[in-house]
């Protein structure tokens, strides 16, 4: 049994990014993207006129067209017109494992808002020297920018909310009436929050006064791309199914901004789970256990948190808490506790992969993270559809194709798309949100190189290669996507990779 190498990794230090950039400031912005999880996919499928009685307007025609411009075209998702258990005798074409469709990569068109002119000039040199390709419009106040919107279609806005004249809520407000597919970012203080009430329709985006250009592209980027999923038609017959949808854990919100604090520390991060006497158990339980096969029992959280390091331990707090929601949860045909164990040892080998391919400690725990959280989509299928689910399960088995396949045919999507749309929502990285929108069809990713996707990939097919067969399943093992892999040049690294699986079990 291998050992983890938590131990090699350089010392986590208080005030350091703990992801690359360009995300490395989204963990500044981790509060909920909206004022509810639950308004942020429902509102996306209330009729609109139900909304207009309430003079609100329906998500659904407040988002930007997809896709982001900088994502490759995929061919079209399969559709169904209604969720239907069947599943084919054979597999389908290959074309038919895409993810939600993109159309054409088109030029994305974005307005910036601030009364500022330093502002307007740091933005502009900032953006700029990002080379995105968007046209970006700048206008010094709230008339301005109504004006300039009347003149041509914008896919975005971003604007502070403090200007003279008219501040953010009252500028959204006016260009939602008149351009309801736009994507709204706002620029405020923690303390402006309740402002936010006074929005029609869904709240915006809302990103710290003092947001980079880095980071504003990031969001942008990634609101462009789950507008894109979100909008996907089988998606959006799904959604409303879900009434079960887990909340951004809170422990993991109060850990995120200790390790953000300048006086922030490891200790600290253990008192407060410490505080938490089931994420407590749970954390040590995860030490203790043989995937990491340690020589000596940890019992103090200190210690389990200084072992783990500050993204894993992030990680395991998200993955427990939904895991934790869904533990009355009935499906025949479904074992939380095997998923369980497979995401940990996804996590762990898409980490290693990771650093085999020479990248950095932090990407490596990104790749954790993503391989951690790459079946949450599952999670939610079983706990909202469960009849249904447990029918396209036992149909994947007597059809004997993958489990994602058998999703497919039922519902027009599967499982990786809509863990990515929680996640999306939920404000995760937009390298995560690939990693597990993809996993089962890498070749739709952005990159033409390892990236955290590569990784999942190899090590969700690796562990149910190695670990699985068909007659312990009853379905054939996933499969490489072998073009995909020889595109980049790594075929021959297979091996390698297939050889640190049993460290990661």
Not at 48 to 67: D, F, H, K, M, Y
Not at 97 to 123: C, H, M, N, Q, Y
Not at 472 to 491: A, I, K, N, R, W
Request: hydrophobic residues 45%.
């Amino acid at each position: 049994m291998g050992r983890c190498r938590a131990c090699e990794l350089p010392p986590y230090r208080i005030g350091n990014p703990v992801v690359p950039k360009p995300w490395h400031a989204l963990l500044a912005v981790r509060e909920l993207l909206i004022m509810s999880l639950f308004d942020s996919f429902r509102s996306k499928f209330v009729r609109p006129s139900a909304l207009a009685t309430e003079g609100r307007t329906p998500a659904s025609l407040t988002a930007a067209p997809p896709p982001v411009a900088t994502r490759a075209s995929s061919p079209p998702a399969a559709v169904l017109r209604a969720p239907v258990i069947a599943v084919p005798s054979a597999p389908p074409p290959a074309d038919m494992a895409v993810v939600p469709s993109t159309p054409p990569p088109k030029v994305r068109r974005i307005l910036f808002v601030d009364d500022d002119p330093e502002v307007l000039s740091r933005f502009r040199d900032g953006l700029t020297k990002l080379e995105n390709g968007w046209e970006i419009t700048y206008a010094a106040s709230g008339a301005e920018a109504v004006n300039l919107a009347g003149l041509q279609p914008f896919d975005a806005i971003v604007a502070d909310m403090h200007m003279p004249g008219m501040h953010g809520v009252a500028l959204f407000n006016e260009i939602i009436r008149k351009h309801p597919k736009i994507l709204r970012f706002i620029r405020m203080a923690p303390e402006d929050r309740d402002l936010l009430k006074n929005c029609i329709g869904p709240s915006p985006q809302h990103l710290a006064t003092d947001v980079d250009a880095e980071t504003l592209e990031a969001n942008l980027e990634r609101g462009f791309q789950l507008d894109a999923w979100m909008n996907d038609e089988a998606i959006k017959r799904l959604i409303p199914q879900l009434t079960k949808l887990p909340s951004m854990p809170t422990l993991y919100t109060r850990v995120t901004a200790e390790l953000q604090s300048p006086s922030g520390s490891i200790e600290n991060v253990a008192r407060l789970i410490a505080q938490d006497p089931v994420m407590t158990a749970k954390m040590l339980q995860v030490v203790n256990s043989a995937f990491f096969a340690l020589h000596r029992e940890i019992s103090d959280p200190n210690d389990a948190v200084m072992f783990l390091g500050a993204e894993r331990t992030k990680s395991l707090i998200m993955l427990a808490k939904i895991f934790s929601q869904f533990d009355n949860s009935k499906c025949a045909g479904f074992a939380p506790e095997k998923l369980w164990g497979h995401s940990m040892n996804v996590g762990e080998l898409a980490r290693r992969i990771a650093r085999s391919q020479g990248l950095d400690a932090k990407v490596c725990e990104m790749a954790f993270t993503a391989g951690l959280l790459h079946d949450v989509g599952k999670l939610l299928l079983a706990a909202n559809l469960p009849a249904s689910f447990s029918q396209v399960i036992a149909a994947g088995k007597q059809k004997q194709i993958a489990s994602n396949e058998a999703e497919r045919a039922a519902y027009g999507t599967t499982h990786a798309e809509i863990g990515a749309c929680l996640l999306g929502v939920w404000g995760l990285p937009l390298s995560i949100l690939e990693a597990i929108a993809w996993h089962h069809a890498p070749r739709h990713g952005a990159h033409q190189r390892f990236s955290l996707l590569t990784a999942v990939h190899v090590a969700n097919v690796l562990l149910y290669e190695t670990q699985k067969t068909p007659a312990e399943t009853g379905v054939p093992p996933t499969q490489f996507d072998t073009d995909y892999l020889s595109s980049l040049g790594l075929t021959d690294e297979v091996e390698t990779w297939r050889g640190m699986v049993t460290g990661a079990e």
